[in-house]
């Protein structure tokens, strides 16, 4: 046999690969985000891979993998879990089937306002949760805007919760988001984001909830053209790192990362501002039909099933609840 056989080449490709692929793995974080390069999140998660890699020396360094490429949310949380993606934003919503502590956040209208919701997760509130996350592998660093989510369909507008009979909304991996929609007497089904438009646009499912960036960054927009203003959800987003690569810096090189994570989060804030607006104006020029819901109550009056259903599910949420509420 010469040195030239397939069989050789092969072999020694396959060690070359593998070779490369194990300084890289060790050397380059993996980062997933799920939406496109120009939203406000995958901005400022470059932003955060870029310095980190400046203030540690290299220490840190890695690449975001935009649009979802990676997977869907429910899977990259498990990677993460076991280390295969070392960084992502993730929207706690899908959360809460891993850390159930975190369904606090998903529950309808738990923050009065943006504000708000600022306010605990930025406090000791935030930070006792992230412990729930960190003893499951998920460590956040910083937590993101995702303003507020709200029904839109290709039907007709929402006024009141029985708008929603008989209607099929899609909504994120977790039951906490099922029984939401039940409660208002519509049916859900739990789908991934990237699945969305299509079974809007072939009617699979007639609705979806979501914020006004993530409405027309995805274009849903043109296959749901009812858009309702209920703001049931104001779910914040993390910036993660898994466990198993935050415990191999050194502690100070943990401080400078969550700091600049803190200061990515602070321009995340800002760009969602800005695309929050331009996403509304968008979409209502391009004939979004959109109301605002006069009443919110009867909204609201029927969350209290899916508060109770949660609290039997997992008693903590009771203190967490109170713990939110404790928060001006
Ligand atoms: C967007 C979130 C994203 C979710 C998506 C969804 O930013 O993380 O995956 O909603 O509805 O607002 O799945």
Not at 48 to 57: D, L, M, P, R, Y
Not at 105 to 134: C, Q, T, W
Not at 225 to 231: I, K, N, P, V
Not at 276 to 288: F, I, P, T, W
Request: charged fraction near 20%; glycine fraction near 8%; hydrophobic fraction near 45%.
């Amino acid at each position: 046999m010469t040195m030239t056989t397939p069989r050789k080449i092969f072999a020694a490709a396959v060690a070359a690969g593998l070779a490369v692929a194990a300084t890289t793995a060790s050397a380059e974080w993996k980062g997933w985000n799920i939406h496109v390069p120009d939203y406000p999140v995958s901005v400022a998660m470059d932003d955060f891979i870029a310095k980190a890699s400046e203030v540690t020396g290299g220490a840190v360094s890695g690449k975001t993998f935009h649009g979802g490429v990676l997977g869907s949310q429910p899977d990259a949380i498990t990677q993460m879990q076991i280390g295969g993606i070392n960084y992502a934003v993730f929207n706690m919503g899908p959360m809460g089937p891993i850390v159930p502590e975190t369904n606090v956040l998903s529950l309808p209208f738990i923050f009065k306002d943006m504000d708000h919701m600022h306010r605990v997760m930025d406090g000791a509130f935030g930070d006792k949760l992230g412990e729930a996350m960190a003893a499951k592998g998920l460590v956040p660093l910083a937590w993101y805007d995702s303003g507020a989510r709200s029904f839109y369909n290709s039907q007709k507008p929402i006024n009141t919760p029985s708008d929603l009979d008989g209607m099929k909304f899609r909504v994120m991996n977790n039951e906490l988001f099922v029984g939401m929609v039940e409660a208002l007497g519509g049916n859900a089904t739990p789908m991934a984001f990237s699945e969305v438009y299509q079974s809007l646009k072939t009617g699979v499912v007639d609705g979806a909830e979501n914020n006004w960036p993530s409405y027309e960054s995805t274009n849903h927009y043109e296959v749901a053209g009812y858009y309702s203003l209920s703001q049931h959800l104001i779910l914040p987003e993390c910036l993660c790192v898994s466990k198993a690569s935050w415990d191999q810096l050194s502690a100070e090189d943990q401080a400078k990362v969550r700091k600049v994570a803190r200061d990515s989060a602070d321009l995340q804030r800002k760009l969602w501002a800005d695309r929050a607006k331009a996403s509304q104006a968008k979409v209502l020029e391009s004939g979004v039909k959109f109301n605002e819901i006069a009443d919110k109550a009867p909204f609201q009056d029927a969350m209290s099933a899916v508060y109770t259903a949660a609290i039997a599910k997992t008693p903590e949420l009771e203190q967490l609840i109170a713990d939110i509420k404790a928060v001006d």
